[in-house]
């Protein structure tokens, strides 16, 4: 069974900081991985995955993750952190199960961003 | 239209009564899901829907009671919940075009309490 493991349970930056929220997954296939983001009081929304092919992979509000197979990491990174980026991180990677597939997600890491 | 709404956002029911849960969405999806997320905690995976068949069922008590009457509805009908039951509940739909690499596209949950 695959799984991702999130390193870091809360991340603090400052406002225009880097912000690096950090995955490594555990496969036996070359895996599909994601990054959700979760605001309060909502659902997730998708910001980037990898597939196939180009290992850094751009998202939306900035922010991007680097598919790194000799590491078996999936970081992810936005160069100037805004207020607005205070929510909880999902990382995740879909595995083949009988009867189809299923995202398997890290326990999260919830970005705070000082002002 | 990229929404999946969820009906309603919060509900307060006791242990005897007999609830449901409404998730719809209009993009066209063929596969739509039910998450469980407790509090500080990832989603956690209950039912899977695709083409309007249950294809895959997480162990999930037979207390929870999924229904997909059509392609863009998916119920959860509630009955004899127990306390430990309350969380949010997410409902998420993806194309099914490729699976594995599939972007879920989530609700903003209802957000149910067990008294």
């Known amino acids: 069974a695959q799984s991702v493991t999130q390193l870091g349970s809360h991340v603090s930056v400052s406002e225009g900081a880097l912000v690096l929220l950090r995955c490594n997954y555990s496969s036996s296939v070359p895996p599909y991985l994601f990054w959700y983001v979760q605001y309060p009081n909502q659902g997730l929304q998708l910001l980037l995955k990898y597939t196939t092919g180009a290992t850094l992979v751009k998202g939306i509000n900035g922010f991007e993750a680097e598919f790194k197979k000799s590491e078996t990491s999936f970081h992810l990174t936005k160069p100037s952190a805004h207020m607005s980026d205070a929510a909880e991180y999902f990382c995740a990677v879909s595995d083949q199960v009988a009867g189809g597939f299923k995202t398997i997600f890290g326990a999260g890491t919830r970005l705070f961003v000082k002002a | 239209d990229t929404e999946v709404t969820q009906t309603p956002k919060h509900l307060v029911m006791g242990m005897t009564n007999k609830k449901s849960l409404k998730c719809e969405q209009h993009?066209?999806?063929?596969?739509m899901y039910w998450y469980k997320q407790k509090a500080k905690k990832p989603p956690e995976l209950m039912f899977v829907y695709s083409y309007e068949k249950l294809s895959i069922n997480e162990s999930v008590p037979s207390r929870f009671s999924p229904e997909c009457p059509n392609s863009s509805l998916l119920n959860l009908h509630l009955h004899a919940l127990q306390p430990e039951d309350s969380a949010l509940y997410l409902c998420?739909?993806?194309?099914?075009?490729?699976?594995?690499?599939?972007?879920?596209?989530f609700g903003p949950g209802t957000r149910l309490t067990v008294l």
């Open positions: 998420a739909s993806s194309t099914e075009a490729s699976g594995l690499t599939d972007t879920q596209y």
């Open positions: 993009m066209g999806h063929r596969a």
